[in-house]
């Protein structure tokens, strides 16, 4: 990656389109330490630092903007939610469906509706989380004038910033490299990097005042990370391609197909969804211990304290929910009959495979162990730091959700780098 970003500085076109992408990064990073007026960070952190809770998740993907409270501390968390309520509606709505079919106009039209929910969302949570900070006593004012105009100020500030960031994402796809909105997430995540850092430096400390597992989890720690990136990788750009032969056929005085080609389909064909999607249910009875702050000596207590970020039916809860999520997220995305009848259509067939029901049997056998592969490996990766944090008792910031995202990123923005460049270095049919 580092050889493509070299030989893209090169060209002049993409080194303005690499310099306005680090120039919208340094403005989200400027944003990301803003702090939110009449806010109290330290009791928003304390929150944080609870197991089981959503706001630490919130509060990678924000960049830690969440946990110091600053304009951009919901992120790109709206889009997020509003994007994949988009996807899944339209499945079941028909003129979602029908947008989502029609080329590059219905594509800026759902985006449009985007959007529009991710301001009505953005306003959701802000106002939700206004009242959750005047719980906590994390807001300067509560009550008369001053608290109303204090609820106004935070509500409006972390909806313009949810806004903004959506915005600047918006900018890098138009004039930058990469998704915008994923750049971000890149960031965001990587800007953890270093605190990361801070406490594996703070447990080899306590390994050499005496801890000494220290001494050996933390070299340990290291390897598996690294270890665990090249296994990403890996899974990443794995996939399994279905042979497809094109018939020959005469137009006029020319022939056209016959050539053999074939249907990529990838191991993990879902990305994070799943894992989005399964973090977000579990993190819910966190969330209500957060607002409500019930006794662990009673009974609800002890119902949402077995759903702690390091309980065993957190994790196998988690596990399964991932496997679940990703074969219907999968199945929302993948038609087995409309590939099927679009290899028909074409004069395609798989070798071996009669066309219509035989053909759509195969494709639909092929998704399916695809798919339980790709499951299992992003459950495995989701669950793995819950576990490697319960053997070394070392909390560890950046999780397998994190490393996904970033590896991910990284890969795709590589890619859309050597295309674009592959592209102005062709030369024509007649040279």
Partial sequence: MIETLKNAWKIADLRKKLLYTLMIVLIFRIGSVIPLPYMDPSAIQSMINADGSLFGYLNILSGGSFGQATVFALSISPYITSSIVIQLLSVAIPY??????????????????????TIGLALFQSIAYYFMFRNMNAVAYRGGFEGVFAAIVIVLALTAG?????????????????????????????SRGPTAAAK???????????????????????????????????????????????????????????QSTHIPIKVNMSGVMPIIFASSLLAIPGTIKGF????????????????????????????????????????????????????????????????????TDFISKVIGKVTLLGAFFLAAIAIFPIILGGITQMNISLGGTSVIIVVGVALDTARQLESQMMMRHYKGFLE
């Fill in 96 to 117: 979602l469906e029908r947008l989502a079919k029609e080329g590059e106009d219905g594509r800026k039209r759902l985006n449009k509706i985007t959007r529009y929910t």
């Fill in 162 to 190: 949810s806004c903004l960031v959506v915005w600047l994402g918006e900018c890098i796809n138009e004039n930058g490299i990469g998704n915008g909105i994923s750049v971000l997430l890149f960031v965001g995540i990587v």
């Fill in 200 to 258: 594996m430096f703070t447990y080899l400390q306590w390994g050499f005042a005496g801890e000494t597992k220290y001494l050996f989890f933390v070299p340990l720690t290291l390897l598996i990370f690294l270890a665990l990136i090249a296994f990403i990788i890996v899974m990443t750009n794995a996939e399994r391609r279905i042979p497809v032969q094109y018939a020959k056929r005469m137009v006029g005085r020319k022939m056209y197909g016959g």
């Fill in 292 to 359: 409500v702050d019930p006794n662990a000596e009673r009974l609800v207590g002890k119902i949402l304290g077995l759903f702690d970020y390091n309980q065993w039916l957190y994790a196998v809860l988690y596990f399964l929910l991932i496997i679940a999520f990703n074969y219907f997220y999968v199945a929302i995305q993948y038609n087995p009959l409309e590939m099927s009848n679009n290899l028909r259509k074409n004069n395609g067939t798989v070798p071996g495979y009669r066309p219509g029901k035989p053909t």
